[in-house]
């Protein structure tokens, strides 16, 4: 199980990384996997302070953290 949360997690920041914020519903439809799996790799990215979480009128949208996406570019041009 720890190691379907892991590839969910990465399969939510790779779209994150594409689209830079999305809704859970959004996150729930492009990966295809039980809503309860993606909470629980959502729970990790927060957790290790890779996301941003926020609601706004019910609807809970997330972002990758901007420091991660500057660490994650400089990583790639070296």
């Avoid at 295809?32 to 302070?49: Q, V």
Wanted: proline content about 3%.
């Amino acid at each position: 199980m720890i190691t379907m949360i892991g590839i969910v997690a990465g399969d939510i920041w790779h779209l994150l990384d594409e689209k830079k914020e999305t809704t859970l519903p959004s996150i729930v439809s492009y990966t295809e996997k039980p809503r309860e799996l993606i909470l629980m790799s959502l729970g990790w990215l927060a957790r290790e302070g890779h996301i941003v979480l926020k609601e706004e009128d019910g609807v809970y949208r997330v972002s990758l953290r901007k420091k991660v996406l500057e660490n994650e570019k400089n990583s790639r041009e070296l």
